[in-house]
């Protein structure tokens, strides 16, 4: 089936019945997944245990529109990922402190902020619940224009370097996010 993406995602194998160890080599082989319409084709014990150390995974439903969700969210991991840049807070610089880097040994500038809208953010749990972070990237504005916007222009080439929190402590602990009306320390790489 071809979509508006130009993918194609070509079917390795269509058959009735269960699954088979045939089907499980294929699959591996051809990095594909099996998908299952009904209890008529649930594999047999050895047969999934084949599957589960081939990394080959088998999704059983009895209900049509379940597995279009399930073969939806399968193919989507293939997409290209699309960027979309979201502001999740604005903060005012109050001072900027030179400071030494306990790793590099060299010198470096951290802003010290007042948070006024939203939250800042060192990096962001991804919505799905994923291992790996978001990105955040940050813009930094002076009187209204833009002093850096490497984050937007990362956005249009869709790579992901752009400007990175290294740092975002509260007084001396790090953490994760500040919200507004808080101050904080961010070190920008």
């Known amino acids: 089936t071809e979509s508006k993406l130009d993918i194609v995602i070509d079917p390795v194998e269509m058959s009735?019945?269960?699954?088979?160890?045939?089907?499980v080599i294929m699959a591996r082989e051809s990095n594909a997944g099996i998908f299952v319409f009904g209890k008529v084709g649930i594999a047999d014990k050895v047969t999934k245990n084949v599957a589960t150390e081939s990394e080959v995974e088998i999704r059983n439903h009895d209900i049509i529109y379940r597995l279009l969700e399930d073969a939806k969210e399968f193919f989507g991991k293939y997409l290209p990922v699309?960027?979309?840049?979201?502001?999740?807070?604005k903060a005012n610089v109050q001072a900027v402190f030179p400071v030494t880097d306990a790793k590099t040994k060299k010198s470096v500038s951290v802003a010290g902020l007042r948070v006024t809208e939203g939250h800042l953010y060192k990096d962001k749990s991804s919505r799905d619940g994923g291992e790996k972070p978001l990105?955040?990237?940050?813009?930094?504005?002076?009187?209204?224009?833009?002093?850096?916007?490497?984050?937007?222009?990362?956005?249009?080439?869709?790579?992901?370097?752009?400007i990175i929190a290294s740092?975002?402590?509260?007084?001396?602990?790090?953490?994760?996010?500040?919200?507004?009306?808080?101050?904080c320390g961010l070190g920008l790489e």
């Open 16 to 23: 009735t019945g269960v699954v088979t160890m045939n089907d």
């Open 82 to 89: 699309e960027n979309v840049e979201k502001v999740h807070g």
């Open 135 to 162: 990105s955040c990237f940050y813009r930094v504005l002076r009187r209204g224009e833009v002093v850096t916007d490497v984050a937007s222009d990362a956005m249009k080439k869709k790579n992901n370097s752009g």
């Open 167 to 183: 740092s975002l402590r509260k007084v001396k602990e790090d953490v994760d996010s500040v919200r507004r009306g808080e101050e």
